[in-house]
């Protein structure tokens, strides 16, 4: 796995092959070897620079109650359930997933995660928890790197936590499922990856970074 | 400890009954239970864990310095490119800190099947490759969730490997390579060998709305 540094040198690189300037005179156009913080429109930039499509899109305004975000969720949620996720005929994976029963699924794609970006931090969407007779019902799953894994699964604790909830899975995964109101940063910024540049003069058209409004 | 409301005499908290005047108390009935469901849970867990360890003899870790990138083989066991087992296992644990951790989609995977509390909801998680990477200096959740994201990208996939060699000037083909050499138990022995084994993931069709 390529180490921070070796990405910083990638992400120089970018910038030397005139992807997202504004990007790097704002730092400077120098991050090897130092604590400068990067952001989606960096990972953006990294990724293209090596051929892969990543869109960014930027959600800016909170629709909805106390400052929460429910375009971010939907967005989510339509990613992980995608018609072609997983060998799935088209138009099949919502239907059948708001037709599920009772028991809980829960189905690793071959879809990648999301780059979550707010004021000060990011982290990595690794899914959605939906219930399946309301989609509206809905909980991120998110990965932070500023805690340990055992913070993100209790599982990994020692010694194991006690439940008292009668709801073990959701207990053990307290770390990890988010709900609505606990995103209520004024913005947030996605990187999703959709695959590889068909072209060369495709990515090389991608130089310029620019991100799509979720309004 | 729990006090019987009628004795007041402490009890152990295993006891379900008060031991001096054998009173029982519905909440902490209920909550031994609890317990009890969730020591099943756990158990249930560890044997789906042990059963996949079994299959398979691999353990794995990304040591990530400033400067390199390491994969760790040992004793401890995973399926599928995942850690089962605690990094004081590991040999030379002392001196191995551990930011890169596989597997952690699949144990959530595993918690919501076989855990309670979630009827009636459907979770749907990203590729079961990614390695989770916890970071230790405040600047690196950026690098952090990018080496998330890129672990999650099909290595095994030609049509990708051009694009994933440029973070590490052709690293990760190298890295491949050796630690097939150096381990030649199994190809899965390391996540890039799982992933080659498991063949080129369907190609970026799927991943395109």
């Known amino acids: ?215 | 400890m729990w006090t019987c409301k009628k004795c007041t005499f402490e009890n152990d908290a295993v006891e379900r009954a008060c031991a001096m005047c054998s009173e029982t108390d519905p909440a902490i009935l209920l909550q031994l239970q609890r317990e009890e469901e969730e020591l099943q849970v756990v158990t249930a867990l560890k044997r789906k864990w042990d059963e996949d360890d079994a299959r398979s003899s691999v353990f794995e870790e990304w040591e990530d310095g400033e400067d390199d990138a390491v994969v760790t083989t040992g004793n401890s066991s995973t399926s599928s490119g995942q850690q089962r087992s605690s990094v004081n296992n590991h040999p030379g644990a002392a001196s191995v800190s551990t930011s890169g951790v596989a597997g952690l989609t699949t144990q959530i995977a595993d918690i919501i099947r076989l855990g309670g509390g979630m009827a009636g909801r459907t979770v749907r998680l990203c590729t079961p490759s990614l390695v989770y990477f916890a970071q230790r200096d405040s600047y690196t959740c950026g690098y952090r969730n990018l080496q998330m994201l890129l672990s999650s990208l099909p290595q095994g996939d030609p049509k990708w490997t051009c694009a994933l060699q440029k973070f590490s000037n052709g690293r990760f083909s190298v890295l491949f390579v050796t630690t097939q050499i150096f381990n030649t138990r199994a190809r899965r022995h390391c996540a890039f060998g799982v992933r080659a084994a498991a063949g080129p993931r369907a190609g970026m069709e799927g991943w395109i709305r």
């Open chain 1, 1 to 215: 796995m390529p180490s921070v540094y070796e990405l910083q040198q990638a992400l120089e690189l970018a910038w030397k092959d005139g992807f997202d300037k504004q990007g790097s005179k704002q730092l400077g156009e120098r991050v090897v070897g130092t604590r400068k913080w990067i952001g989606a429109s960096d990972v953006a930039t990294v990724l293209r620079w090596a051929g892969i499509h990543a869109e960014l899109y930027d959600f800016t305004v909170a629709r909805g109650s106390n400052g929460t975000h429910p375009d971010l969720f939907n967005f989510v949620a339509d990613f992980y359930t995608t018609p072609k996720a997983k060998g799935e005929a088209p138009s099949s994976a919502l239907s059948a997933l708001m037709k599920s029963g009772s028991t809980p699924t829960a189905t690793n794609t071959d879809l990648p995660p999301i780059f979550l970006q707010h004021f000060g931090h990011s982290r990595t969407i690794v899914g959605v928890d939906i219930r399946s007779s309301d989609k509206n019902d809905a909980h991120l799953l998110i990965l932070d790197p500023a805690f340990s894994q055992s913070k993100q699964i209790a599982l990994r604790q020692r010694p194991i936590p006690i439940v008292r909830t009668g709801r073990p899975s959701v207990t053990l995964l307290r770390g990890v499922r988010v709900e609505a109101s606990r995103l209520v940063a004024k913005q947030y910024q996605l990187v999703v990856v959709k695959g590889l540049y068909p072209s060369e003069s495709a990515r090389l058209a991608s130089k310029l970074l620019t991100s799509i409004q979720i309004t």
